[in-house]
């Protein structure tokens, strides 16, 4: 019978495209395990990095990297959730909102090269800062405002009418049944999608490149002066981020060991995003049980 | 008949002062953050755009030569501006990664929904979602370290090449087009897949004949998509492509791409220069072929609803 | 059959403009009352006065406007993005379908309990102390006073006054639904709108809910819901049978049951539709 041998070779098919999907996957995790894991140690997370010499650590950009993030979170989150906010509750049905919602989608999904040119020409040469850490932060915070819009009009939304209603009907006002109603019900949400948005902040390189730059100064940890030129807290500072420096390495290609820090440097990155993404999970699987527990 | 109409002073009517200006507040407060939004996608535009129209305006170069010219040399004693080479780039790794990935993901996603949907959702499915989020540096250093020798030694050339980029960007985008295409395929009424094997088709003919036509809109969503990151990714290509300005002769040939020139010279010529005006321009055709890639979608998904 | 009041507990700038003159027995006066979401009319023309300190029961299929026409009362409507009512609603003298009514002041005044219980996901205390604190109130003492002083009311103290401070989901359906009565009653309102109250609950919950409703009514004027003949013939004084967004009888409930006016009542009763 045709239809059966037909049926017989797509399913044959199918499941060798998956093989392929699935031997794709276990090859770069097997890569990145390999390769990266055994680098990883304490006094390569501790210690600087070199431009030319072997055997150098990861220090100064992991620093940056945290930092960067922390700084982009703290732009972000808090006008994200606004937006999620108005988006949710105050947009009325319109061409307005409507106008709103393609400029998210917009922002959420140019490239993040675009961005980062948009960057430098704000952040970097309009104002005159050069490269720095707030530039780049900034600059990531443009994509990860309407990522962060979304997560939370999508948390908000979620919370039962009911909530909302039961809130209202006790003659409280809409803004303070946002504030106590609806927010404290979307935050694990919120969280989670902040968290998720971590991930791929900590690996954005593109953006960063021209506007954070590519170099770090000599970093003194000891002095926590914000305002100084070597505190790792100075804003106002260049910054090579942990993912800009993989790039960096590799097509400058001065260091003897490019090979096996960058290998290195891939785990610590990739490990990080795997934390993040179970972080995510974790979070939103608890929540979901406290929802579903009636004790 | 009472008359009420008129009332002016009761204490049903607004007056509150304090409740009426936290609401106003929150108003106010959560408006500005939609301004704000408008306000940084009408700079974005208009500020990249008049940056990259500098190069046409200000140094006169003709913006039709711009584009289909093939000749990128903008450093020689007449230095001439062609940046055709690298749009054809861009184009080339985007179609050719699509073209892999494409099959694969569906291919994929049609498995972890059909044929073994227990396994899919259980193991497959989370994989893929983690590898959406590793970051494309990774992705480039892994082509760099394993793929460009692998086609040095078996395939032949440089290894840098746009087989290379291709290939990066083909499993760079492979996750997003399978999660996609399986959200899409899972999204299909049930009853679809069972009225068709109700009527006696195997399980082929219902996937081509049912599920995939009515899933199409959204499996092309997934991969216009995948194409739009393709497009836009600069550095994992710039790693693998060799960043020649020549015309590739063949697959195997260097090559470079909008992204992979913006990367690697914006930062190195003088602000304000010729020639990196002319950058602004190539981010410029990468910013309208990212509106192109945005109209495609909302296309395609306004065809969904039908 | 009226007189003058003055209200005396609010301060009101102009007192000649407050002395309204008002049916004593009445506290809401609905006139011409149409409601429509979009294009769809869904309460038709509605006249109908609702007795102070009784309980009015509207009954009717599914779908004749019954919510939509309680939810107007306290302007719940009002969040429904295409929801419009026109007509009057009169209460204490001033029609509180205007738009410039403090919605919130007034559903201080109206509360409203819906048909699933919607506990806060907090503490039992602090379900009924949210809205207080809102209103201003935040002496402790005062705060506890008025949390004893709810909860005997909705007949629930007793069940909870040890765990005052754990998860109000962790109650059963019922003890939930008695708390949203609860956390509506400490406000003090002067009416209260039931939107089947206890449709989502079993008998025995559903019995203390009537109780309840029985005991309320010395305070409260109460509008509710309902799907079930027998609970509108026990707990009600008035009934009001809708049919397709109008109005086809509202009499004392004695009567609709047993001698209604309307053919349609008649057979809605005995359950021929619905
Ligand atoms: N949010 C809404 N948007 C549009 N139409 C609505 C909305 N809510 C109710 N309606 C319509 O208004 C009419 C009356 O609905 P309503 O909910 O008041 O009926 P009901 O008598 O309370 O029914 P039930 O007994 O099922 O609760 C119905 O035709 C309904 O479809
Ligand atoms: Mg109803």
């Known amino acids: 019978m045709n239809r059966k041998i037909a049926d017989r070779i797509a399913t044959i098919t199918f499941v060798g495209l998956s093989m392929i999907i699935v031997a794709i996957l276990l090859y770069l995790f097997a890569y990145i395990i390999m390769n990266g894991f055994s680098k990883i140690s304490w006094d390569f997370l501790t210690s600087p990095s070199s431009n030319i010499l072997a055997g150098s650590g990861i220090r100064d950009q992991l620093f940056n990297s945290f930092y960067i993030l922390i700084l982009t979170l703290i732009i972000s989150v808090p006008l994200g959730v606004l937006g999620g906010i108005y988006m949710a509750q105050y947009a009325k049905p319109g061409k307005l909102t409507n106008f709103i919602r393609s400029c998210i989608e917009m922002l959420s999904s140019l490239p993040s090269i675009v961005i980062g040119m948009f960057g430098l020409l704000v952040f970097v040469n309009t104002t005159g800062w050069g490269y720095t850490i707030f530039g780049g932060a900034l600059t990531i915070a443009i994509f990860n405002i309407p990522v962060m819009v979304r997560t939370c009009e999508d948390a908000i939304r979620s919370v039962p009418r009911e909530l909302k209603e039961a809130s209202l009907a006790l003659g409280i006002t809409q803004w303070h049944t946002v504030k106590t109603v609806l927010l404290p019900s979307a935050f694990p949400g919120i969280l989670t999608g902040v968290i998720l948005s971590a991930g791929r902040i900590f690996g954005e390189a593109a953006a960063l490149l021209y506007t954070a730059g590519l170099s770090t100064p000599r970093l003194d940890y000891t002095n926590w002066n914000p305002f100084a030129d070597n505190s790792p807290l100075n804003i106002f500072r260049p910054a090579e981020t942990l993912a800009v420096h993989i790039w960096s390495i590799n097509t400058q290609g001065l260091i003897p060991d490019v090979t096996e820090k960058a290998a290195g440097a891939s785990a610590v990155l990739v490990i990080s995003v795997l934390i993040f993404n179970l972080l995510a999970r974790w979070i939103g699987s608890m929540y979901y049980k406290k929802m579903t527990a009636t004790k | ?306 | 059959m009226t007189i003058t009041i003055t209200d005396t507990n609010q301060s009101v700038s102009n007192p000649t403009e407050d002395q309204r003159v008002v049916d004593k027995e009445y506290i809401l006066h609905v006139e011409n009352l149409n409601i429509y979401y979009g294009e769809n009319w869904a309460v038709h023309n509605v006249q109908m006065e609702i007795e102070k300190n009784a309980v009015t029961a509207l009954i009717g299929p599914s779908g004749c406007g019954k919510s939509t026409f309680l939810r107007s009362i306290n302007r719940m409507n009002d969040i429904i993005p295409n929801a419009r009512a026109e007509g009057e609603i009169l209460y204490d003298g001033i029609n509180i379908l205007r738009d410039d009514i403090d919605v919130v002041a007034l559903r201080k005044e109206i509360g409203m309990v819906f048909q699933k219980p919607n506990p806060f996901p907090k503490s039992i205390y602090e379900n009924l102390t949210h809205a207080l604190k809102f209103a201003g109130i935040r002496n402790k003492g005062k705060l506890d006073q008025i949390v004893e002083e709810s909860l005997r009311k909705a007949a629930l103290w007793d069940e909870v006054k040890d765990r005052l401070h754990q998860s109000a989901l962790a109650l059963s359906g019922g003890q939930q639904q008695r708390l949203c009565i609860a956390r509506t009653i400490a406000l003090k309102p002067s009416v209260l709108l039931l939107d089947e109250p206890s449709s989502a609950l079993d008998p025995i919950s559903n019995a203390k809910i009537e109780e309840l409703i029985l005991q309320l009514k010395k305070d409260y004027s109460i509008i509710i819901v309902t799907h079930n003949m027998h609970q509108a013939s026990r707990v009600s004084d008035k009934t009001a049978f809708f049919l397709n967004g109008d109005l086809v009888e509202y009499d004392r409930t004695s009567k609709i049951f047993t001698k209604p006016s309307e053919k349609k009542t008649e057979q809605y009763i005995s359950g021929q539709f619905g």
């Open chain 2, 1 to 306: 008949m009472r008359n009420t109409t008129e009332l002016s002073s009761h204490r049903l009517l607004k007056s509150n002062k304090n409740r009426k200006d936290s609401e106003l507040k929150g108003n106010i407060i959560v408006k500005s953050s939609a301004i704000i939004i408008i306000t940084l996608t009408i700079a974005l535009t208009v500020f990249l755009s008049i940056k990259g129209l500098q190069s046409f305006i200000k140094n006169g170069i003709n913006p039709w030569d711009f584009i289909t010219g093939t000749n990128w040399n903008p450093t020689s004693e007449t230095p001439s501006f062609g940046s055709f080479n690298f749009i054809f780039g861009s184009f080339a790794v985007t179609m050719l990664s699509a073209l892999i990935a494409a099959p694969l993901g569906i291919g994929g996603a049609i498995f972890m929904t059909q044929i073994a949907p227990k396994w899919g959702n259980k193991l497959l499915r989370p994989v893929i979602e983690l590898l959406v989020g590793i970051p494309s540096v990774v992705y480039g250093f892994i082509g760099l370290s394993v793929l460009v020798p692998f086609i040095r030694n078996h395939v032949g050339g440089l290894g840098f090449s746009l087989l290379s980029g291709t290939i990066v960007l083909a499993i760079m985008i492979l996750p997003t087009v399978t999660s996609i295409s399986t959200d899409a395929l899972n999204a299909l009424p049930k009853n679809l897949r069972e009225g068709a094997y109700a009527l006696g088709a195997t399980r082929w003919q219902t996937i081509k004949k049912v599920l995939i036509p009515a899933a199409l809109p959204s499996l092309l969503t997934a991969i216009v998509l995948g194409m739009a990151r393709a497009f836009g990714e600069a550095l994992a290509v710039q790693m693998v492509i060799g960043n020649v300005s020549d015309f590739p002769n063949s697959i195997t040939d260097t090559a470079a791409t909008l992204t992979t020139i913006i990367t690697l010279n914006i930062g190195h010529t003088t602000y304000g220069s010729i020639e990196n005006n002319t950058l602004w321009s190539l981010g410029l055709i990468l910013l309208v072929m990212s509106f192109i890639f945005i109209l495609i979608i909302r296309f395609l998904s306004s065809r969904r609803k039908i």
